[in-house]
């Protein structure tokens, strides 16, 4: 017969549990954030920071933003909500192939002093991966 008391116990969350899901809000909050910020934000106040904004295509720049949002909400959600959690890690993944293409277009304009962010976010999306994967996997909801 198994303990009560130990069938309501949880176990330890490691640190790399924490670290994974501090990741996460902050993979969530930079792409939906930022995807939100440039749907609602006028494309020539955007250029005033990311003078791209100005010169892509607005739908471009508005599919960047989209991928920006659901990025944002796949890498937090499906493991918040324990429906569908390997979501996270096909999320994560499409996080790192927007950052790569970023990269790839800032250094095909001569931008290279602006990639150093697209590497972190890239790092940072290869850890949840990498973590939600095979380290700290999500159960789905029974």
């Known amino acids: 017969m ?14 790399l549990t924490i670290g994974l899901w501090v990741a996460q809000g902050a993979l969530a909050l930079i792409f939906a954030g930022g995807g939100v910020w440039k749907i609602v934000t006028p494309i020539e106040r955007v250029a005033e920071a990311f003078a791209w ?13 989209a991928l ?13 909500t324990r429906i569908r959690p390997e979501v996270t890690v096909l999320a994560a993944l499409g996080c790192v192939a927007l950052q ?6 800032h250094l095909s304009r001569g931008e290279a002093a602006d990639t150093p962010v697209n590497v972190l976010f ?19 909801r029974a």
């Open 100 to 105: 790569a293409s970023a990269i790839i277009f």
């Open 53 to 65: 904004a100005g010169e892509v295509p607005p739908g471009l720049f508005y599919a960047t933003a």
């Open 122 to 140: 890239i790092v940072l999306a290869l850890f949840v991966a990498w973590g939600r994967h095979s380290k700290a996997p999500i159960a789905p």
């Open 2 to 15: 198994t303990d009560p008391a130990q069938t309501l116990r949880t176990p330890p969350v490691s640190a």
């Open 68 to 80: 920006d949002i659901l990025g944002g909400i796949g890498v937090l959600l499906p493991s918040l």
